[in-house]
Nanobody
Framework: QVQLVESGGGLVQAGGSLRLSCAVS????????MGWFRQAPGKEDKYVAA????????DNADAVKGRFTISRDNAKNTVYLQMNSLKPEDTGVYYC?????????WGQGTQVTVSS
């Protein structure tokens, strides 16, 4: 059974930085596409970033381009989301997801709150 556990969320002022981690157990991330999504209060999940297991190519949503970076450490079986220049609109619960073709495994989420 694959388990994803996010950590690293918290309260930060606008302009600050946070690094989220997603530790994966039960399967190597070498065989998974990995992604980050977020859910703002009262809104649906929104895609943030993803990294391909085949090519290590990354992709970011337009709203976070130039500010957020997704990366993976295969030795630690962990995926990261480095978030810089945070804005109040980045506030939400951030979820890590894993899968091939579709994201079928999800973590429980970590709260990020950006104050103005």
């Amino acid at each position: 059974q694959v388990q994803l556990v996010e950590s690293g969320g918290g309260l930060v002022q606008a302009g600050g930085s946070l690094r989220l981690s997603c530790a994966v157990s039960g399967r190597t991330i070498r065989s998974y596409d990995m992604g980050w999504f977020r859910q703002a209060p009262g809104k649906e999940d929104k895609y943030v970033a993803a990294i391909s297991y085949r090519t290590d190519n990354t992709d970011n949503a337009d709203a976070v381009k130039g500010r957020f970076t997704i990366s993976r450490d295969n030795a630690k079986n962990t995926v990261y989301l480095q978030m810089n220049s945070l804005k109040p609109e980045d506030t939400g619960v951030y979820y890590c997801a894993a899968g091939v073709g579709t994201f079928s495994n999800w973590g429980q989420g970590t709260q990020v709150t950006v104050s103005s």
